[in-house]
């Protein structure tokens, strides 16, 4: 089965409502490939979701950047998936870096987030990556099949589930990892999963690559084999993030 192409763009904790406006008309009067060849995900923040829900183009989708573990009720500041259902996002990201190392999000809290999301009916982008510490160590491949061992145990069903591999030490930094880099964890991760939940699963699931993902480099990056996507952050804001998208033609050509 073709993996199809997955494209997300990560706002981050950015924008006010006229900016927000500015970003929704250059993706709606974009032209790019259509939605069987590349999936395109925004991902606002909390408060803008609902305006940039009722402005984007039907053949883009909504992301929130977070949500709760579990159900709603006295947690004050945090967003259930129940309220994203309910608004009808459907996709959600959990598990990005900035969340488990200023917050301390541990790999137990991010699985049970995976899992709790999917049980709601949301569609998820998980996060996994390591850090620059962590890389020189060589323990890359350590870390990340921890993460994605801490989802793979609380879940069992993983066709909403999308896989961000993303190194920490290139995220915002304008490090990036070569393609080369990049293909051999997606590999390592497509093995872990093919060793420890089934082939099926390993061949089906999208591994999307984010780290200073640009419209220089997007198009080599999606070249490699087991590069399924990209979870792009600054660029998303810019139109760049255009060429991001179109860099999918090269998965359909090869």
């Given at each position: 089965?073709?993996r199809k192409?997955i494209v997300g763009?990560?706002w981050?904790c950015?924008?006010t409502?006229e900016e927000v406006?500015k970003i ?5 009067e974009?032209?790019?490939p259509?939605?069987?060849?590349v999936e395109v995900?925004?991902?606002?923040p909390?408060?803008f979701?609902?305006?940039v ?5 039907s ?5 929130a950047q977070?949500?709760?573990?579990r159900?709603g009720g006295?947690?004050t500041g945090?967003v259930?998936a129940e309220?994203l ?8 990201i959990?598990g990005?870096?900035e969340?488990?190392a200023?917050l301390?999000e ?6 049970d987030k995976?899992?709790?999301?999917l049980?709601?009916g ?5 996060c996994?990556?390591e850090t620059?510490?962590q890389?020189e160590?060589?323990s890359?491949v350590a870390v990340?099949?921890a993460q ?9 069903n993983?066709d909403?589930?999308?896989?961000a591999?993303?190194?920490?030490w290139?995220?915002g930094t304008?490090?990036?990892?070569s393609?080369a880099q990049?293909q051999?964890?997606h ?13 099926e699963?390993?061949?089906s ?8 993902v ?6 080599e990056l ?5 590069v399924?996507?990209?979870l ?14 179109k860099?999918a ?6």
């Amino acid at each position: 089965m073709a993996r199809k192409f997955i494209v997300g763009g990560n706002w981050k904790c950015n924008g006010t409502a006229e900016e927000v406006k500015k970003i929704v008309t250059m993706l709606n009067e974009a032209e790019v490939p259509s939605e069987d060849v590349v999936e395109v995900v925004v991902s606002p923040p909390f408060v803008f979701l609902t305006l940039v829900k009722n402005l984007l183009r039907s053949d883009f989708h909504i992301a929130a950047q977070n949500c709760w573990v579990r159900k709603g009720g006295a947690f004050t500041g945090e967003v259930s998936a129940e309220m994203l259902v309910n608004l009808g996002v459907p996709w959600v990201i959990l598990g990005h870096s900035e969340r488990r190392a200023l917050l301390n999000e541990s790999n137990e809290f991010v699985g049970d987030k995976v899992a709790y999301a999917l049980s709601q009916g949301l569609k998820v982008i998980a996060c996994v990556g390591e850090t620059l510490e962590q890389r020189e160590s060589g323990s890359t491949v350590a870390v990340v099949a921890a993460q994605t061992k801490a989802i793979a145990e609380k879940t069992s069903n993983w066709d909403n589930v999308v896989l961000a591999y993303e190194p920490v030490w290139a995220i915002g930094t304008g490090k990036v990892a070569s393609p080369a880099q990049a293909q051999e964890v997606h590999f390592e991760l497509r093995k872990w999963l093919k060793d420890n939940v089934g082939a099926e699963v390993a061949a089906s699931t999208r591994i999307m690559y984010g780290g200073s993902v640009n419209g220089g480099n997007c198009k080599e990056l999606a070249s490699q084999p087991d590069v399924d996507g990209f979870l792009v952050g600054g660029a998303s804001l810019k139109p760049e993030f255009i060429d991001i998208i179109k860099s999918a033609t090269v998965k359909k050509n090869a």
